[in-house]
């Protein structure tokens, strides 16, 4: 049974930053392709950033230069580094796994506030 489970979200101030895991099992990581969404309250569910099997990343405009995404093979997790956040940055953040099948965490809220 694959699951996955984010964690490191929070409450965080303006241009303050940010690290959120995914840690996947009961499958391997690094032959999805993979990538984080985030939700605001009232709002559409909207990728955020995407990393490839082979390791080729994309950003949605908003986050280019601020956040970054990257996967640890040997822990089998995946990570969104986010720097210089923003209040618009706030929302529930999904990481997803995409083989034969799409695979969702839970989420981890992140809250942009002062």
């Known amino acids: 049974q694959v699951q996955l489970v984010e964690s490191g979200g929070g409450l965080v101030q303006p241009g303050g930053s940010l690290r959120l895991s995914c840690a996947a099992s009961g499958t391997i990581f690094k032959f999805y392709n993979t990538g984080w969404y985030r939700q605001a309250p009232g709002k559409q569910r909207e990728l955020v950033a995407t990393?490839?099997?082979?390791?080729?990343?994309d950003y949605t405009d908003s986050v280019k230069g601020r956040f970054t995404i990257s996967r640890d093979d040997a822990k089998n997790t995946l990570h969104l580094e986010m720097n210089s956040l923003q209040p618009g940055d706030t929302g529930v953040y999904y990481c997803?796994?995409?083989?034969?099948?799409?695979?969702w965490g839970q989420g981890t809220q992140v809250t942009v506030s002062s």
């Open positions: 990393i490839t099997n082979s390791g080729n990343t």
């Open positions: 997803n796994g995409q083989g034969a099948n799409s695979y």
